[in-house]
């Protein structure tokens, strides 16, 4: 066993509010790469904030030992890369949902790839060849070079990912701390990053912690496995000891009562009942000389089940952003929704009532810290924020879906006080609490962990058997699709 590089014993955060249920003990010792896995909301963000110094401790702090690193400052020892950094940056407090298809967002001060990845590779240090090399071979991989001269406001989430993980490695920490870095990157880019971490950690004095939901992945360069639930920190076993401990779920895990609420529920006079539910003609979409979709013919009927994939930037986010409204450019396409051509009358909240849609952008537009049934309630009116109070009707359609999404005891919770997986199965519930015609789900799972993935794909299976109801879903996952999925789509990027 090496050196402790990070060792905390016995420690009691300070604020009561971020407490964990019992003392917290954990040990990173030099050459063991770690993943901390739980279930959503368990207290794995809580535990990463003790080590990061984030939580200060009662008594005394966590000891740290990162030599041979000479930096003296915890913050360049240890970074942090968040579950939320793979939305947004700096100021995504001024971010809206529709700003990413927005071109009137962009001006001479808006930075591009290359702006901020000069910026991160000077802050590292002095240049040098093994610097130069690590430069090209992050390039390569994220196939940053076609990137640089994109609006950061433009890049998917998938993208914006692989920008926060070239930039954080430029700068070689001694502990590198990573919230799901593998979710919203399609599969060769997720091997590659797997790949390059397991020669990175050989190369250079670099330990990984890995903060994992989705735990049937767990990288082979992980050494060992510290298990955070109800708010305990687990002891630390081997990798192998920790797989070979765990079975899989079953398949169908949502409880038989719920399901037949579900396919109970009554339905709407308002409903459409079109053959066509989405036609798409000769659509095309550029951004200044980026081709993002080009003459794409697309017809999506009642009762169909799509998957929708492709590679990072490839326009899958573009294109469901299209049929929602969302982007400016979708009166200027040849698209008909519901049997209704764009621009003939209809107004955006005419569309959107029959949607029920979640994506990245929308998880990153949530900022408001309002109790979650409120955000829940706000699909009824598809707004961000909640302006007209529902009625005592809508609140139990409200806690109805929040049940169903294992809510249960959440619904005066502010949003922001959320674990970042509780956060999506609010949105995911806000999705589904108006019945919609059309279901559109972008990266549903993100975030979610093991149970609440199944949980999450029998949801969907289970409303899809109801009468009238179309799905599109994204995932980079094979495995998370739901089984009802008929008929796929994949986009090829320009």
Not at 77 to 88: Q, S
Not at 220 to 238: A, I, N, P, Q
Request: proline share 4%; aromatic share 8%.
């Amino acid at each position: 066993m090496g050196r402790p590089i990070i060792n905390v014993k016995d420690g009691v955060v300070r604020m009561p509010e971020w407490r964990m249920a019992e003392p917290v003990n954990f040990t990173l010792n030099d050459g063991e790469q770690i993943a901390i896995v739980g279930p959503n909301g368990g207290g794995k963000t809580m535990l990463v904030n003790i080590l990061t110094g984030s939580h200060p401790l009662l008594m005394h702090d966590p000891e740290y030992d990162f030599s041979p690193s000479t930096n003296k400052s915890l913050s360049d020892n240890i970074k942090y890369i968040t579950f939320r950094d793979a939305y947004g940056g700096d100021n995504d407090r001024a971010y809206y949902l529709q700003q990413r298809w927005n071109q009137t967002e962009i001006n001479e001060n808006t930075p591009t790839v290359s702006d901020k990845l000069d910026a991160a590779y000077k802050r590292a240090g002095e240049d040098n060849a093994a610097r130069q090399a690590l430069k090209e071979e992050l390039y390569e991989m994220f196939n940053m070079k076609v990137l640089l001269d994109k609006h950061i406001i433009l890049l998917s989430s998938g993208e914006l990912r692989k920008l926060k993980l070239t930039e954080t490695l430029f700068s070689r920490p001694r502990v590198l701390i990573m919230d799901n870095p593998f979710i919203g990157l399609d599969a060769s880019t997720r091997d590659q990053l797997k790949q390059l971490f397991s020669t990175i950690i050989k190369q250079e004095k670099l330990q990984i912690i890995l903060v994992l939901s989705k735990t049937d992945d767990i990288p082979e360069f992980v050494t060992h496995v510290v298990e955070v639930k109800d708010m305990r920190v687990g002891k630390k076993t081997t990798r192998e000891e920790f797989v070979a401990s765990h079975a899989r779920l079953d398949s169908f895990v949502l409880d038989k009562d719920i399901s037949d609420a579900i396919l109970n529920l009554p339905y709407k006079n308002s409903d459409y009942n079109t053959h066509e539910v989405a036609k798409l003609n000769h659509v095309s979409i550029q951004y200044g000389n980026r081709v993002i979709l080009k003459d794409l013919d697309w017809t999506v009927l009642n009762g169909e089940r799509w998957a929708l994939s492709g590679q990072n930037g490839a326009g899958k986010s573009t294109l469901l952003s299209l049929i929602c409204a969302d982007n400016p450019q979708s009166y200027a396409c040849d698209i008909t929704l519901f049997g209704m051509p764009r621009g003939t009358g209809e107004s955006i909240w005419d569309i959107k009532k029959h949607i029920g849609y979640v994506s990245p952008e929308m998880h990153r537009a949530y900022q408001k810290d309002i109790p979650a049934i409120r955000i829940v309630a706000s699909g009824l009116k598809d707004s961000v924020g909640l302006y007209a109070k529902p009625s005592e009707e809508e609140y139990a359609t409200c806690r109805f879906w929040m049940k169903v999404f294992g809510l249960e005891g959440k619904e005066d919770t502010t949003f922001l006080k959320l674990s970042s997986g509780e956060q999506r199965l609010v949105l995911l519930s806000r999705a589904f609490v108006k019945d919609p015609e059309l279901l559109i789900l972008d990266e549903p799972l993100h975030g979610l962990d093991n149970y609440n993935r199944v949980l999450a794909k029998n949801v969907i299976d289970t409303f899809m058997r109801r009468k009238n109801k179309t799905l599109i879903m994204v995932t980079h996952y094979e495995e998370e699709l739901p089984t009802c999925i008929d008929h796929r789509i994949k986009l090829i990027r320009h």
